[in-house]
């Protein structure tokens, strides 16, 4: 078959199978991938010939994504900040919104040679980028679920990132003190969970989205340590979800750090908020 033929092909496979909102896309994209160019080639070479095992690949990716499971994880595959990162289903597939605290990370006041720890790291998506982004940057990063921590190791590997890697809850674990520090952690409400699309709910990790009664509940605790990790008037860059700034404010109120800023996505959602600790020096532990 010929390129034009096999991505008509595909928008049907997707158009009919659970409702994606745009199957002419998502065809082509996987076709580009399958075929290892980009999506503009498609366009400029629509009468070419594709070869059988691109075609048999092609087919067997679009009979899981019309099964529901995510474009990203068939093609092991995410781009953020420009970079391709590696998921597997043991990572969240980074989200274009995060990208707010790579923009927040680049604006704040810091060091030349910033530290900077990354908690909750999934994919190393925000650990690789700060270190690739922030010249002589040192970075930490943390996970969890060591599972998570092999997928963001090989990504620092391939893009060329120093990263120093360690599994563990939060920054229980994790000794000095930060110029800068990021986190997305799981900030969905539990009873919110069993709404998610299939997509979400069935193929992306648990651990990455469970964030308690109100979603807020590792927030919370990570807030509590926050006076301990950052540096005299160093930031610390949250992701959080709409609701999920409320339940914060008692934990920020106790920990003395001033909310500085906070970042609206591109759908004017509030999703990232910038905390600094006070200039004066505090007890590092
Ligand atoms: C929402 S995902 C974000 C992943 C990545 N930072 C990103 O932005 O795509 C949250 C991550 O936090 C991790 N996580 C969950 N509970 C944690 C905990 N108690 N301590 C450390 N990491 C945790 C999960 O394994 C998951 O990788």
Same mark, same amino acid.
């Given at each position: 078959?010929?390129?034009?033929?096999?991505?008509?092909?595909?928008?049907?496979?997707?158009?009919?199978?659970?409702?994606?909102?745009?199957?002419?896309?998502?065809?082509?994209?996987?076709?580009?991938?399958?075929?290892?160019?980009?999506?503009?080639?498609?366009?400029?070479?629509?009468?070419?010939?594709?070869?059988?095992?691109?075609?048999?690949?092609?087919?067997?990716?679009?009979?899981?994504?019309?099964?529901?499971?995510?474009?990203?994880?068939?093609?092991?595959?995410?781009?953020?900040?420009?970079? *391709?990162?590696?998921?597997?289903?043991?990572?969240?597939?980074?989200?274009?919104?995060?990208?707010?605290?790579?923009? /927040?990370?680049?604006?704040?006041?810091? *060091?030349?040679?910033?530290?900077?720890?990354?908690?909750?790291?999934?994919?190393? /998506?925000?650990?690789?980028?700060?270190?690739?982004?922030?010249?002589?940057?040192? +970075?930490?990063?943390?996970?969890?679920?060591?599972?998570?921590?092999?997928?963001?190791?090989?990504?620092?590997?391939?893009?060329?990132?120093?990263?120093?890697?360690?599994?563990?809850?939060?920054?229980?674990?994790?000794?000095?003190?930060?110029?800068?520090?990021?986190?997305?952690?799981?900030?969905?409400?539990?009873?919110?969970?069993?709404?998610?699309?299939?997509?979400?709910? +069935?193929?992306?990790?648990?651990?990455?989205?469970?964030?308690?009664?109100?979603?807020?509940?590792?927030?919370?605790?990570?807030?509590?340590?926050?006076?301990?990790?950052?540096?005299?008037?160093?930031?610390?860059?949250?992701?959080?979800?709409?609701?999920?700034?409320?339940?914060?404010?008692?934990?920020?109120?106790?920990?003395?750090?001033?909310?500085?800023?906070?970042?609206?996505?591109?759908?004017?959602?509030?999703?990232?908020?910038?905390?600094?600790?006070?200039?004066?020096?505090?007890?590092?532990?």
């Amino acid at each position: 078959m010929i390129v034009s033929e096999l991505h008509a092909l595909g928008a049907a496979a997707l158009t009919a199978g659970d409702g994606l909102p745009d199957p002419r896309r998502e065809a082509r994209w996987l076709l580009a991938c399958a075929l290892g160019r980009p999506e503009a080639w498609l366009l400029a070479h629509a009468e070419e010939p594709v070869a059988q095992p691109v075609e048999v690949l092609f087919r067997a990716w679009l009979a899981r994504r019309a099964a529901g499971e995510p474009a990203h994880y068939i093609v092991g595959s995410c781009p953020f900040w420009g970079r *391709p990162f590696a998921v597997t289903p043991a990572v969240l597939i980074p989200r274009p919104e995060t990208e707010l605290i790579v923009e /927040c990370a680049l604006i704040v006041p810091k *060091p030349d040679r910033p530290r900077v720890l990354d908690v909750g790291t999934g994919s190393g /998506c925000l650990a690789v980028t700060l270190a690739l982004e922030l010249s002589g940057s040192v +970075v930490t990063a943390t996970d969890v679920s060591p599972e998570a921590i092999s997928v963001a190791r090989r990504n620092a590997q391939a893009l060329g990132a120093r990263v120093r890697f360690s599994a563990g809850d939060l920054a229980a674990h994790v000794r000095g003190q930060f110029d800068l520090v990021a986190a997305n952690l799981p900030y969905v409400p539990e009873r919110e969970i069993p709404g998610l699309s299939v997509e979400i709910r +069935v193929h992306e990790p648990h651990l990455a989205l469970d964030g308690g009664e109100d979603g807020a509940d590792l927030l919370r605790s990570f807030v509590g340590d926050l006076p301990r990790l950052l540096a005299p008037g160093g930031h610390a860059l949250l992701e959080m979800g709409p609701r999920q700034r409320a339940g914060l404010q008692a934990a920020i109120a106790a920990s003395g750090l001033a909310e500085v800023h906070r970042g609206l996505d591109h759908a004017g959602i509030e999703r990232v908020l910038v905390l600094r600790a006070s200039e004066r020096a505090t007890n590092a532990s």
